[in-house]
């Protein structure tokens, strides 16, 4: 590990959260780190989730504080802590009242997914067999979320609905968490045409580090995924690239099955105990970061290119995103 | 009807809102309006209630503003319009959850009884054959709401209770609508020495405009109520009282029976219906402002004294009370 530099960010992370994550975070000189807080709740156990972290942020206060404007990122540099941005997965949490994406945004959430795998009451996500593309509630939703200031995330959107979403957000959005479909096949992965389009908008593309999403698995190489990103910085323009681990730390093999499935089928009855994958060996936790920015260097990324995906790119995104459109967002 | 002065505030109201409600406010020269979210609703149902205010704030911008800060107090001044101030005549929203107290802060609450009529899980109400005073829990919301700057309201609190929450309370509190008990007899109101020990900690008493707590009910005159104000200035001292109207504007009489009796009895299935009282004549809406503002004068308020009462203490109260106390509040 090289010597920690400020000002990285993490665009997605969903561990089990305990003093030891933040502690790596601040070793790994993460400034901001966007966390999951829900992917099958309804509103209900999505607010459990939010006092969870609230009480987190009153017991880990030299470590951690929230991450909801360009202020909160700022003061997070200049105190040495690593800012939280609170995320939705999924929609989920809104149920079907459009006044709970303010509500959920009064209670520090600033990033939500329109879909999450299933189709969803906005749209529809990558799994299923037909993608219709957004609904009428999906553009009041886009319309909300750009009015109060909540990025919106299309990591696990159908192509069709995130080209849509893409075209009716009147601000930048963001897939926080994937890779080209060019370097690993799969609708899970990004079409580079839909890179383009997100890219054409100002759209941030995070790119992940979650085996699955790797060409070679938990085997993929650090220089593998460099290249990559150099390849993917071709295509997005490098100002448009950051990193979005999707690093599930700590966490238990048995929450893997509630990511996938939640409350929605009875599959766990009848399949094989599921179990996350090795991480690679370059990126354990938060402090992978240090390799990632010697690996971007050796692909060929500037000293400034590499700072700008490992956290200059989040941290200019997210500072115009958290602005609401009446305070004069872009 | 004299001319609408500005600056005056209720310390409270639960009225069946629309924009009349509203207009008439402006027409009274209420700056503030201290208004019921919930009684018997759970945390769910009471962010129903919360959506609607934010629908309400969006629909009549020209005429209301959340009322959450000093700040927000003094621009309602400044733009002509009211304040509303969120309130909880029950801390059923708060389930027993501690971490739902800072999430409703957040939502916009500033104002929360710790108990309604019946025991809580915080303390006792007026109407139990016993009163065994604060509870654990109540101890623990009490500080949390002194630290967060939400403020206290003990008018449906038994006496026990409520000398034990003035005394744990680190911040000064509120009986935001109730009338001496040495004027009209009940436990609903409030004793001398309860009265006395209120002040003392520098805490406000509302006087409520609702037949049930008037002397001679619907019948009381203005110039009864206003010789009662002034008895009770004698003993709280005149920068400690306000007005509290408990007005039920508009409302069907069926919300009677949820206010007494929620979802706790069937008590309805064995009684007559209930009925709202009719109003005295000199206070049917929030224009009998003007009414009170005369009355105070014929019964030997200075004209700076009745301004007290009518606005300037409950401006001074909930400014210094919506302060944080890690931001210094009092």
Redesign the interface.
Known sequence: MTTPRAGWVDGLQFCNWSRTTFEQMREAGLSAVHVTVAYHEA??PT??R???W??RFREHADLILPGRSAADLMRALSSNRTAIILGLQNPLPIED?L??V??LH???IRVMQLTYNNQSLLGCGWQEAEDSGLTRMGREVIREMNRLGMVIDLSHAGERTAREAIAASARPVAITHATPASWREGKRQVSEALMRALAERGGMLGLSLYPHHLRDGSATTLAAFCEMAARAAEIVGVQRLGIGSDLCQDQPDEILAWMREGKWTRAAASRPPLAFPPQPEWFQDSRGFANLAEGLRAAGFSVADAEQVLGTNWQRFFRAAFRPAFEGGE
Chains 1, 2 share one sequence.
Request: aromatic share 12%; no cysteine.
């Open positions: 509103f209900r607010v459990d939010i006092v969870a609230n009480w009242d006044g709970l303010a509500v009064e209670l520090g």
